[in-house]
């Protein structure tokens, strides 16, 4: 008889070390395997957010498709259960061994145990009266709220529930931690790393090899300088242990090395046009407020690497078409011209790149414009499924508004031969539901650092105007 008791309070205490999340119907149109990603925990799904699930099934956007999704994968775990569904769905089986805990779903009317004042018909307060129904049923364990939306939140807190935002699509949790692709190398780094150095020529440029305890911290295609008398502005090219090889860099500060009449104009646009002018980086991840040069160096880079050597075909630019301010409704014509006004940065840099030619007169410089342009197409982010891009350029603008889903749709575009530049603020979000922490370009700063065919900078100083430095500054 004893030992029946140990073994029913070893369940009961089970039970309350693992948590109830209730999920609102954002976090699975954000992420629709998210009734996995909560380990060996019990996940609740009310009755309303299966409602809504159901009011957005229809269309061609990303919600829609995700809603599909999600209610593909609730089937696939309904359907793999053949017993009642009160009692929980065991999601080992289905998740493929990721969660360990039970799906449940609300299989009774829920009386309203809303405070007076709260409309009762309205999704959201449907939602908060089921927490607040677990939370009485369940008074051991802990009862949580899984919601996007912060309104849903604070909500839910200001009835004494305890919500959460859906942690498992950030990348970071701090976004300062973010990979710069940058490291300065500290004032003693030849008197610990300079004994047995081996030093080579390769073209013009100098190769490195050292040994020394910073060596296993660095990545492959990080930037490493040094200022002073003798300054050091180099790339790592290879890291094996203890020891790692570097190259020191192409100066494009130099007007004799101008990129298309554009030259670097401060350290970091120096590393960004030297992962731009290699052609053995198929990916580069550019960050930086506005004014940093993003935009202008990849195109002065594409434009060489098109129009002067050849490497490439022509230029696709294309950019997810979130309006700051008030939408203008729809546009007319063709796919290029309805992109045309989201392109204003495009049109604006390529001003500057064609008045740098200061030899070619009007009539030359409108000749190079019509060809810079015919060489530059411009797509939209709806028609990329299913396509390949050969031998081309690749430029994603404002890659910030871009979920890690989309990024990958983006991306895996790529076929043979093709260079994807991705450049944005992480600081100027414009999707719903997105922040700094889950945003695509995160995403693939964060997964591509350190491979040997990629390469990321984040770029500091503003080179725009002095009033836009300060605006960016003090506003």
Known sequence: MAHKTATRTKKISDAALTKFFVLDTNVLLHDPTSVYRFEEHDVFLPIMTLEELDDHKKGLSEVSRNARQVTRILDEIVSSHSDGIDNGIALFGPSRKLASGRLFLQTEAISKDLPTGLPTAKADNQILAVVIHLQRLHPERAVI???????????????????????????????????????????SFWDRHGQGMESWKRDSLTLYRVKGPLCPKLLVNEFIYQEGEQPLYAIVREVSGKTAQFETLTDYTHPKRSVWGICARNREQNFALNLLMDPDIDFVSLLGQAGTGKTLLTLAAALTQVLESKLYSEIIMTRVTVPVGEDIGFLPGTEEEKMGP??????????????????????????????????????????????????????????????????????????????????????????????????????????????????????????????????????
């Open 342 to 475: 989201w392109m204003g940065a495009l049109e604006d840099n390529l001003e500057v790149l064609n008045k740098t030619d200061v030899d070619a007169g009007e009539w030359g410089r409108a000749a190079t414009h019509d060809l810079i342009r015919n060489r530059i197409k411009i797509k939209s982010l709806n028609f990329m499924r299913g396509r390949t891009f050969l031998n081309k350029f690749l430029i994603i603008d404002e890659a910030q508004n871009l979920t890690p889903k989309q990024m990958k749709t983006l991306i895996t575009r790529a076929g043979p031969g093709t260079k994807v530049v991705c450049m944005g603020n992480i600081a100027q979000i414009d999707t719903p539901y997105l922040t700094e922490g889950s945003s695509g370009l995160t995403y693939v700063v964060d997964r591509f650092k350190g491979w040997q065919h990629s390469g990321h900078v984040t770029l500091q100083r503003g080179e725009r105007s002095r009033l836009a430095d300060y605006a960016a500054e003090v506003l």
């Open 145 to 187: 709220l899984v919601s996007k939306d912060i309104n849903m939140r604070i909500k839910a807190r200001a009835l004494g529930l305890e919500a959460q935002d859906y942690f498992n699509d950030k990348v970071l949790e701090d976004t300062d931690l973010l990979y710069t692709g940058v490291l300065e190398l500290p004032a």
